[in-house]
């Protein structure tokens, strides 16, 4: 399975963008990359996916890189309730949908 | 819709006990999933049905059995529990054809 490297944490203030980015550079063609977050002692819930072209919807923007071997999370206006895990994740539907976890970064949010 | 409900909350079990964790899903998905989490870990699949009647090893099947009984319940059966079982353990489910998965709020299991 195809890994992906993540910085371990990040600080935001609140009200303000945050871009948490993902290296993936064994990214194989048949890979999607996913973004689920991890509210504390909750499970995980799906935030966004993309392919190849940058994709919005209401909770966040994917922004991938041309040769995919790299992406990033955007969140537009960082509020406390976005504190969390996010997790970037490679998926290859080939493979029965399975995720498979790494780290994640740990966003934490100032006032 | 309840979602992804599991069973129990928490329990704590000595080692070489047995139980089962149930997963229930009410959103007619097709595929389903058990995921354990160790402390400041990330996720790891243990087993994942793809389909009802079907059933297949994830990254850490080691001391677990699965049973996908019916399209809505898929449950996890620890034989013979050992510390190094204690964890927080989620099942998702999710539809063929959707790319998101739905978690259930997890079981955290204490095993002594």
């Known amino acids: 399975d195809a890994k992906t490297t993540q910085p371990n944490s990040m600080e935001s203030n609140e009200e303000e963008p945050v871009h948490l980015p993902c290296n993936h550079s064994?990214?194989?063609?048949?890979?999607?990359i996913h973004w689920y977050r991890q509210l504390p002692s909750q499970g995980p819930e799906y935030v966004i996916h993309?392919?190849?072209s940058n994709v919005n919807n209401r909770m966040a923007s994917l922004a991938i890189a041309e040769d995919r071997k790299s992406s990033t999370l955007i969140l537009h206006r960082a509020t406390l309730r976005d504190a969390a895990v996010y997790y970037c994740?490679?998926?290859?539907?080939?493979?029965?949908?399975?995720?498979?976890f790494g780290q994640g970064t740990e966003l934490s949010v100032k006032p | 819709n309840a979602g992804v409900t599991q069973t129990p909350k928490f329990q704590v079990l000595k080692t070489g006990q047995s139980m089962t964790l149930q997963c229930a899903q009410d959103?007619?998905?097709?595929?389903m999933y058990w995921y354990r989490q160790d402390p400041g870990m990330g996720l790891r699949l243990i087993y994942y049905s793809a389909s009802e009647g079907t059933t297949d090893k994830g990254e850490v099947p080691n001391g677990y059995n699965v049973s996908r009984l019916n399209k809505r319940e898929f449950s996890l059966r620890l034989e013979s529990a050992a510390p190094s079982q204690t964890s927080v353990y989620f099942c998702a489910s999710s539809s063929r054809g959707r790319w998101e998965q739905y978690f259930g709020p997890g079981t955290r299991l204490t095993v002594t």
């Open positions: 994740i490679l998926r290859d539907e080939d493979q029965g949908g399975k995720l498979i």
């Open positions: 959103m007619n998905h097709n595929s």
């Open positions: 993309g392919l190849t």
């Open positions: 064994t990214i194989s063609g048949t890979d999607y």
